[in-house]
């Protein structure tokens, strides 16, 4: 129902742009985030979007990414700029919607090393 794309190898300094499409299947939409999990540590919260547009970030991401969505396309983007080796991780999106239903997409792997 959840489908992250956009992951990759990038080194230290550089940008990626990660894509995640929710199906016509999840009905009211309401928050939209990302979350990131490196090995040996739990899943956090990276950023996230309400429906109203308000954003939150984490703090040892804020200024460099940016959360964004198309209501249309009922997607969810985040553009990671200054990528760091400690962004290193399996980033996951998530979308909660009105009723409280939690989704999850499979995760996509982003690796910052030169």
């Known amino acids: 129902q959840l489908q992250a794309s956009g992951g990759g190898l990038v080194q230290p300094g550089g940008s990626l742009r990660l894509s995640c499409a929710a199906s016509g299947s999840i009905s009211g939409i309401g928050v939209m985030g990302w979350y990131r999990q490196a090995p040996g540590k739990q899943r956090g919260l990276v950023a996230t979007?309400?429906?109203?547009?308000?954003?939150d970030y984490a703090d040892s991401v804020k200024g460099r990414f940016t959360i964004s969505r198309d209501y249309a396309k009922n997607t969810v983007l985040l553009r990671m700029n200054s990528l760091k080796p400690e962004d290193t991780a399996v980033y996951y999106c998530?979308?909660?919607?009105?009723?409280?239903?939690?989704?999850w997409g499979q995760g996509t792997q982003v690796t910052v090393s030169s």
């Open positions: 998530k979308i909660t919607n009105w009723f409280g239903n939690v989704y």
């Open positions: 979007i309400a429906s109203a547009g308000n954003t």
